[in-house]
Protein backbone atom coordinates (compact mmCIF):
# COMPACT_ATOMS: atom_id res chain seq x y z
CA UNK A 1 0.00 0.00 0.00
CA UNK A 2 1.55 3.44 -0.93
CA UNK A 3 1.65 6.25 1.27
CA UNK A 4 -1.64 8.80 0.90
CA UNK A 5 -0.33 12.46 0.01
CA UNK A 6 -2.37 15.04 1.33
CA UNK A 7 -3.13 17.85 -1.38
CA UNK A 8 -1.46 20.57 0.03
CA UNK A 9 -2.38 24.40 -0.34
CA UNK A 10 -0.01 26.97 -1.47
CA UNK A 11 1.50 29.25 1.06
CA UNK A 12 1.00 32.55 1.11
CA UNK A 13 4.20 35.30 -0.49
CA UNK A 14 5.26 37.26 2.66
CA UNK A 15 8.20 38.18 1.42
CA UNK A 16 7.71 41.85 0.70
CA UNK A 17 6.41 42.24 4.45
CA UNK A 18 9.75 40.35 5.61
CA UNK A 19 11.71 43.58 4.19
CA UNK A 20 9.76 46.35 6.86
CA UNK A 21 9.35 43.42 9.73
CA UNK A 22 11.08 44.30 13.46
CA UNK A 23 13.23 41.87 15.17
CA UNK A 24 11.87 38.40 15.17
CA UNK A 25 11.91 37.97 19.15
CA UNK A 26 8.99 41.31 18.90
CA UNK A 27 7.77 39.84 15.85
CA UNK A 28 6.74 36.70 17.30
CA UNK A 29 4.78 37.81 20.32
CA UNK A 30 2.96 40.38 18.33
CA UNK A 31 2.65 38.09 15.65
CA UNK A 32 1.56 34.63 17.26
CA UNK A 33 -2.33 35.59 17.01
CA UNK A 34 -2.11 35.69 13.24
CA UNK A 35 -3.63 32.24 11.61
CA UNK A 36 -0.50 32.23 9.18
CA UNK A 37 2.25 33.64 11.84
CA UNK A 38 1.38 31.11 14.46
CA UNK A 39 2.67 28.23 12.23
CA UNK A 40 5.75 29.71 11.70
CA UNK A 41 5.04 32.16 8.53
CA UNK A 42 5.96 35.86 8.07
CA UNK A 43 3.52 38.66 9.05
CA UNK A 44 0.93 39.18 6.54
CA UNK A 45 0.95 41.89 4.18
CA UNK A 46 -0.05 45.29 4.97
CA UNK A 47 -3.45 44.56 3.54
CA UNK A 48 -4.43 41.75 5.76
CA UNK A 49 -2.88 43.71 9.09
CA UNK A 50 -6.03 44.56 11.00
CA UNK A 51 -6.16 47.61 13.57
CA UNK A 52 -6.15 45.65 16.31
CA UNK A 53 -2.79 43.89 15.13
CA UNK A 54 -1.60 46.98 14.13
CA UNK A 55 -2.29 48.03 17.84
CA UNK A 56 -1.22 45.51 19.32
CA UNK A 57 1.91 45.22 17.33
CA UNK A 58 2.64 48.99 17.79
CA UNK A 59 2.52 48.19 22.18
CA UNK A 60 4.51 45.00 22.02
CA UNK A 61 6.85 47.65 19.93
CA UNK A 62 6.24 50.16 22.13
CA UNK A 63 6.95 47.72 25.50
CA UNK A 64 10.33 46.96 23.93
CA UNK A 65 11.56 50.25 23.49
CA UNK A 66 10.88 51.13 26.89
CA UNK A 67 12.44 48.39 27.81
CA UNK A 68 16.01 49.16 26.50
CA UNK A 69 15.73 52.75 26.83
CA UNK A 70 15.65 51.97 30.91
CA UNK A 71 18.52 49.39 30.35
CA UNK A 72 20.53 52.20 28.52
CA UNK A 73 19.51 54.65 31.39
CA UNK A 74 20.29 52.26 34.03
CA UNK A 75 23.72 51.57 32.30
CA UNK A 76 24.16 54.90 31.92
CA UNK A 77 23.78 55.64 35.77
CA UNK A 78 25.78 52.61 36.81
CA UNK A 79 28.79 53.82 34.88
CA UNK A 80 28.65 57.53 36.41
CA UNK A 81 28.55 55.98 39.78
CA UNK A 82 31.50 53.28 39.15
CA UNK A 83 33.14 56.39 37.95
CA UNK A 84 32.39 58.57 40.44
CA UNK A 85 33.36 55.59 43.39
CA UNK A 86 36.71 55.33 41.90
CA UNK A 87 37.35 58.94 42.03
CA UNK A 88 36.53 59.50 45.52
CA UNK A 89 38.84 56.48 46.55
CA UNK A 90 41.39 58.16 44.78
CA UNK A 91 41.04 61.62 45.92
CA UNK A 92 40.58 60.41 49.70
CA UNK A 93 44.08 58.41 49.35
CA UNK A 94 45.62 61.58 47.77
CA UNK A 95 44.18 63.79 50.22
CA UNK A 96 44.99 61.71 53.41
CA UNK A 97 49.05 61.84 51.99
CA UNK A 98 48.69 65.90 50.69
CA UNK A 99 47.30 66.54 54.29
CA UNK A 100 50.62 65.26 56.12
CA UNK A 101 52.55 67.06 53.87
CA UNK A 102 50.68 69.99 53.94
CA UNK A 103 50.71 69.83 57.67
CA UNK A 104 54.82 70.23 57.57
CA UNK A 105 54.95 72.83 55.42
CA UNK A 106 52.34 75.15 57.41
CA UNK A 107 54.83 74.64 60.51
CA UNK A 108 58.05 75.64 58.09
CA UNK A 109 55.78 78.61 57.15
CA UNK A 110 54.88 79.82 60.92
CA UNK A 111 58.85 79.01 61.57
CA UNK A 112 59.79 81.43 58.91
CA UNK A 113 57.62 84.34 59.62
CA UNK A 114 58.41 83.67 63.13
CA UNK A 115 61.94 85.10 62.15
CA UNK A 116 60.64 88.21 61.25
CA UNK A 117 57.45 88.47 63.28
CA UNK A 118 55.92 87.30 66.51
CA UNK A 119 55.04 83.70 67.19
CA UNK A 120 51.29 84.30 67.44
CA UNK A 121 50.81 86.56 64.19
CA UNK A 122 52.93 84.37 62.30
CA UNK A 123 50.55 81.42 63.08
CA UNK A 124 47.87 83.49 62.25
CA UNK A 125 48.81 85.27 58.69
CA UNK A 126 49.51 81.40 57.95
CA UNK A 127 46.08 79.81 59.35
CA UNK A 128 44.16 82.69 57.75
CA UNK A 129 45.65 81.70 53.98
CA UNK A 130 45.54 78.42 54.39
CA UNK A 131 41.61 78.86 55.32
CA UNK A 132 41.26 80.76 52.42
CA UNK A 133 42.77 78.97 49.60
CA UNK A 134 40.71 75.58 51.61
CA UNK A 135 37.34 77.12 51.52
CA UNK A 136 38.11 77.73 47.49
CA UNK A 137 39.19 74.58 46.76
CA UNK A 138 36.20 73.31 48.83
CA UNK A 139 33.75 74.90 46.73
CA UNK A 140 35.36 74.31 43.19
CA UNK A 141 34.84 70.29 44.30
CA UNK A 142 30.79 71.11 45.99
CA UNK A 143 30.56 72.17 42.17
CA UNK A 144 31.84 68.70 40.27
CA UNK A 145 29.57 66.61 42.57
CA UNK A 146 26.28 68.33 41.53
CA UNK A 147 23.33 66.69 40.54
CA UNK A 148 23.72 67.45 37.03
CA UNK A 149 26.77 65.27 36.43
CA UNK A 150 25.16 62.37 36.89
CA UNK A 151 22.00 63.05 34.36
CA UNK A 152 22.00 60.33 31.58
CA UNK A 153 22.14 62.53 28.61
CA UNK A 154 22.35 60.22 26.13
CA UNK A 155 19.48 57.75 27.18
CA UNK A 156 17.22 61.82 27.36
CA UNK A 157 18.29 62.31 23.79
CA UNK A 158 17.28 59.09 22.31
CA UNK A 159 13.90 59.40 23.91
CA UNK A 160 13.48 62.69 22.61
CA UNK A 161 14.26 61.09 19.38
CA UNK A 162 12.18 58.10 19.85
CA UNK A 163 9.14 60.38 20.58
CA UNK A 164 9.62 62.41 17.62
CA UNK A 165 9.83 59.54 15.47
CA UNK A 166 6.59 57.68 17.14
CA UNK A 167 4.69 61.00 16.53
CA UNK A 168 6.10 60.88 13.12
CA UNK A 169 4.95 57.19 12.48
CA UNK A 170 1.67 57.88 13.96
CA UNK A 171 0.14 60.91 11.75
CA UNK A 172 2.03 58.49 9.04
CA UNK A 173 -0.08 55.59 9.60
CA UNK A 174 -3.17 57.37 10.52
CA UNK A 175 -2.83 59.17 6.67
CA UNK A 176 -2.48 56.00 5.53
CA UNK A 177 -5.98 54.92 7.31
CA UNK A 178 -7.91 57.86 6.18
CA UNK A 179 -6.56 57.98 2.37
CA UNK A 180 -7.55 53.60 2.47
CA UNK A 181 -4.26 52.33 2.48
CA UNK A 182 -5.30 49.40 5.32
CA UNK A 183 -8.24 48.06 4.21
Do not use: C
Not at 63 to 70: D, I
Not at 117 to 133: F, H, K, R
Amino acid sequence: MEPRHEPTTPKPDYDRAAAIMPAPDVAEEADAGHPAIAHGELRPPAQERSIPYLLRQLTDQVTTLFTKEMALARSEVRHAVSHAKTGVGSVAAGALVTFGGFLVLLFAAVWALDLMLSTWLSALIVGAVTVIVGAIMLNMGKNRLEPSAFKPERTAEQLRRDQAMAKTELRHGKAELEHGGSR
